[in-house]
Each structure stands twice: as structure tokens, then as C-alpha cells.
């Protein structure tokens, strides 16, 4: 199926971090910043393209699913990880 790995580095008062998929069929990446300092601010790019969704549908459709489910597309997530209710995406 593939795997993903994930790294994160720091720089000073800043966690860089990094993910790439070696998938077979889709691709995931992510890239983004988190500053170590009180709210922990965090700004996060994430695209994905071909990303198989059956295994989630699977359980709310329960068998009707007739063809194959994948998804694409990016999201930018950013805010402070200290208050996840204040995350903007």
C-alpha cells in the first residue's frame, strides 16, 4: 500500500515540519510551521491527490459503493494549537 513519513526539525524558537507518501496509486504531502513560543501559532499546507476514501464510506454506505472513491485537493490550516477551536482552515 505505501507509507508515509513524517520529520520534524527545529530552527531556533520554530518545529518545521514535513511529510511525503510513497503511496501506490496517491500522493500526500505536508508542509508547515509551528512557533514554540506561548500559543504555539502553526501555519500547515497539506495536498493530496488520488487518496482512496472507500474504507470511510465503507461503514456509513455498508456495501453500496459500486465504484472506486478517491479525493484530491489541498487545505491551509493555521491558528493556535494551544485553542484547536480557534484553528481557521
Not at 58 to 83: C, D, F, N, Q, Y
Amino acid at each position: 500500500m505505501g507509507d508515509l513519513t513524517l520529520d520534524a526539525v527545529t530552527h531556533g524558537q520554530q518545529l518545521i515540519v514535513t511529510g511525503r507518501s510513497n503511496f501506490k496509486q496517491a500522493s500526500f504531502t505536508l508542509d508547515g510551521a509551528v512557533d514554540l513560543q506561548k500559543e504555539l501559532s502553526a501555519n500547515f499546507d497539506v495536498q493530496f491527490v488520488n487518496v482512496d476514501i472507500d474504507p470511510f464510506l465503507t461503514t456509513e454506505l455498508k456495501g453500496k459503493i459500486t465504484a472506486h472513491s478517491g479525493v484530491g485537493g489541498s487545505a491551509h490550516i493555521s491558528g493556535p494549537l494551544r485553542e484547536p477551536r480557534a484553528l481557521t482552515g
